[in-house]
């Protein structure tokens, strides 16, 4: 279709100046047909039921005139065009470009709610099979990143493309192939546990239900609750459901939002078997969690997020090779001597906790050094080295404990 | 089925569900329009019978007579006899309005073609009450004279009543409040029906469904308008049964019902998604639709107050209602307007509140 292609701006201007034209002479043909109805009852020369139909006839074009001032039924991408946003780029269409093989892609993100600036140029990709950790303290933008992936929130500038679709456009085809848990779990209390599932079965059309609905509730250990109403569920329980339901349409594609909150270490462990199972069968997952223990557990890879912008996008393992090793000595002498000396000939940070001296390498190579060092000035009685948890990593990043 | 067809369906079972199993928000939902019909009967009779107190100085067949043409004159008061010692007291303890005395020697006086006089004490810190009262004591005494034909007076009113009965203010009044109520109860269904979505959070879920939160809306919108009928039809048939106003066009009487609650729940729905916060809804459409029926004309036939006050009362559904409600039970034309009109911007306040609703879902 001309101008859908964003090419140039006279196509869909010249189709909006005609519906917009079409629309106001719908309008005023509904306004005529009232007025002459009317003069025409008052004459005598229509009896009630005409005007009734009139009025009907009149309301009809009334409604085809909104949907026509509206661009409905006719929907092209006209008002994306036109209707500038400041530095949107209009998508490729990648099935037909560069093969495309990132089940997210988020390109340039920026997002502002206000004045505040909640997502800062983000970029970040989710392979096929792939799951993805957003980790960052609060306020950081990562349920805002989750919202832009699910067309719940625009961007001002920057692409978001999932599974090859536009996702600000949030067409029913890209819904259908997404699972969300929303860090805010919406449930209804007056239902049961079957009943919400039931409920969400049909909106998403899937297929033999009661069997689907079994199955998700008895992976989240919630089938023998089935019948109990969502309001007398625990915390974690209702969290369980929202993870069952996400799962329950079968989406190549998860967005889960803080998934395993509140939820015991047999939920959470059997939700991790499962998104590992997931991925093996090609889904791909962007989850967002304040369990390092998770990100470590199930993600092939960790962005951190902080002020909207990402600071690290590495696999975990990389993530603390990078931050480097601590080396702990034990001495019989002064310690705090020994850290003293270490720094200064070393040009190390040591530190004494508990009588330990805890020497922070920035390269694994100095090892060695330093320690002949700590050797020739006191009487050092054991020696190890700790690799870095991604809470230190977390730390060193943003300056700031994952979880208050 | 359709994805939209599929949200609309599920939220209309799960609204239905809802209310049935929440008791105590149907029972609200059934008292609402009540005691919204209780309002304003007790507003209509507060300024209906005003006790004034009758104290006969003689019972003679004149004063029989001129007590008789009295509660003849189109009046809003309510005579009881008493002694005047009692009538004074009653009157400084705000039980009475007014006391009338009838003189001792009335019947003489007036036969002696003598100016006789009807003492009236009036408490006239209600002047709608306190005119009323005043007005009837020359009528009656118009009234009297011509019955007893004195020479002196020779008017006679030719009456023509524009309609075969007359509505009593209650009636009338009671008419009305059908229409409220079912603007009301409506509108906060409505309104809470789609604010709670968001305060749920389920709305966010809606809107990443195929079927788009919108549909899921109009289900539940749907199912607060059934409710919204069944309890405004119990506040039509207390009208019915309970006053006694049997509907001209009962069928009619049904239409416009169900023409009510659907603009008024599709419009509170509007509201509701709007808010996106229960605690709001319910102060803020009451406050609104209030004022807005009490302008449009609702309190008495035409009375409207002037061109920009009639003019504002197009902009709620309580004017189109009450004028079609009237005409439904007691065959009265309240509005310059058609009934099919009226009828119909119902129907297009519904429909454009639920064309808006994706829009304002989506913000
Ligand atoms: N609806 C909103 N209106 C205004 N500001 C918002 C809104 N939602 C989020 N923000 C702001 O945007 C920033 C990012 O919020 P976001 O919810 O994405 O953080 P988060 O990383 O998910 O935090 P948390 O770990 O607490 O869930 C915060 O500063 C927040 O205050
Ligand atoms: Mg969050």
């Known amino acids: 279709m001309a101008g859908s292609d964003g090419s140039g701006l006279t196509g869909p201007l010249v189709r909006g100046v005609a519906m917009r034209s079409t629309a106001a002479l719908g309008a005023a043909a509904a306004v005529i047909a009232v007025t002459a109805a009317e003069a025409a009852h008052d004459e005598g020369r229509v009896d009630e039921a005409g005007f009734v139909l009139v009025g009907v006839v009149a309301l009809g074009l009334l409604f085809l005139a909104y949907h026509l001032w509206r661009g409905g039924g ?39 709610y206000g004045l505040r600036l909640a997502l800062d140029d983000v970029s970040l990709r989710v392979g096929a099979g792939e799951i993805v950790g957003l980790l960052g303290p609060n306020g950081a933008g990562k349920t805002t990143t989750v919202d832009v992936c699910c067309g719940l929130r625009r961007p001002i500038a920057g692409t978001v493309c999932v599974l090859g679709h536009d996702a600000t456009t949030s067409s029913a085809d890209l819904r259908r192939s997404i699972g969300v848990v929303p860090q805010e779990t919406g449930l209804y209390p007056e239902l049961t546990g079957a009943e919400y599932m039931s409920l969400f079965a049909a909106m998403y059309d899937v297929k033999s239900s009661p069997a689907r609905i079994e199955q998700v509730l008895a992976l989240m250990g919630l089938w023998d609750r089935r019948n109990t109403r969502i309001g007398g569920f625990s915390g974690g329980m209702k969290r369980r459901l929202a ?36 991925r093996d069968e090609g889904r791909s997952v962007l989850l967002t969690t304040n369990y390092l223990e998770e990100a470590t557990a199930l993600c092939d890879r960790v962005v951190i997020l902080d002020e909207g912008r990402v600071l690290a996008d590495e696999r975990p393992d ?57 050797a020739d000035a006191a009487t050092v009685t054991s020696v190890r080295t700790e690799q870095p948890t991604l809470e230190d990593v977390f730390l060193r990043l943003t300056g700031q404990e994952l979880r208050e | 089925m359709s994805s939209w067809w599929r949200a609309f369906d599920g939220g209309l079972r799960t609204q239905l569900r809802s209310f049935l199993r929440t008791p105590m928000t149907a029972f609200l ?274 009375r409207f107050d002037g061109e920009w006050l009639f003019a504002l009362a197009h902009l709620s559904p309580t004017y189109y209602s009450v004028g079609v409600m009237e005409h439904a039970y007691h065959g009265l034309v309240v509005t310059p307007e058609p009934r099919w009109l009226l009828l119909l911007a119902l129907v297009a306040i519904g429909l454009a509140s639920l064309a808006a609703l994706p829009r304002v879902a989506r913000r």
């Open chain 1, 74 to 112: 006719v929907r092209i991408a006209v008002s994306r065009t036109v209707a500038p946003q400041v530095g949107v780029r209009v998508l490729p269409v990648p099935t037909t470009s560069a093969p495309q093989r990132d089940a997210i892609r988020l390109d340039g993100i920026t997002v502002r």
């Open chain 1, 243 to 278: 993870l069952a339901r996400a799962l329950l349409h079968d989406p190549p594609v998860l967005f889960l939002d803080e998934p395993t909150l509140g939820v015991d270490v047999h939920g959470r462990r059997a939700l991790w078997d499962h998104v590992s199972r997931l």
């Open chain 1, 318 to 374: 990389a993530l603390r090779r990078q931050s480097g090793t601590t080396l702990l000595l034990e001495t019989d002498g002064d310690a705090q001597l020994l850290a003293r000396i270490l720094a200064e000939r070393c040009d190390v940070e040591a530190t004494v906790t508990d009588g330990v001296v805890a020497v922070s390498l920035p390269r694994d190579d100095l090892t060695a050094h330093v320690v002949r060092v700590a």
């Open chain 2, 29 to 302: 939902v059934l008292i609402l329009p009540i005691n919204l019909l209780l309002l304003l009967s007790l507003f209509a009779l507060t300024g209906y019978n005003a006790p004034t107190a009758l104290v006969m100085g003689e019972d003679t067949a004149a004063a029989r007579s001129y007590v008789e043409a009295l509660e003849d004159t189109h009046n809003s008061f309510e005579l009881r006899p008493m002694d005047l010692a009692t009538a004074q007291d009653q009157l400084k303890r705000a039980r009475l309005v007014a006391i009338l005395e009838i003189p001792p020697g009335f019947e003489a006086g007036v036969q002696a073609g003598h100016t006789v006089p009807v003492n009236l004490t009036l408490d006239n810190v209600n002047l709608d009450m306190a005119e009323d009262v005043r007005r009837a004591v020359p009528a009656a005494a118009v009234i009297f004279a011509a019955r007893n034909a004195f020479p002196e007076v020779r008017i006679e009113a030719d009456l023509r009543n524009l309609l075969p009965r007359d509505t009593g203010y209650v009636q009338y009044l009671g008419v009305s409040a059908v229409a409220l109520a079912a603007c009301i109860a409506g509108a906060v269904l409505g309104g809470t029906v789609t604010a709670r979505e968001w305060e749920l959070g389920t709305a966010r879920l809606s809107q990443l469904a195929p079927g788009g939160a919108a549909a899921v809306l109009a289900g539940r919108l749907a199912a607060a308008a059934v409710a919204g009928v069944v309890a405004s039809s119990v506040t039509a048939l207390i009208v019915w049964f309970g006053y006694s106003v049997h509907p001209v066009h009962p069928l009619e009487v049904g239409l416009t019902l169900v023409a009510t609650v659907f603009a008024c729940t599709m419009l509170g729905g509007l509201v509701g998604a709007g808010l996106r916060r229960v605690m709001p809804v319910a102060p803020l459409l009451i406050g609104t639709l209030l004022p807005f029926y009490l302008d449009s004309g609702a309190l008495e036939p035409q």
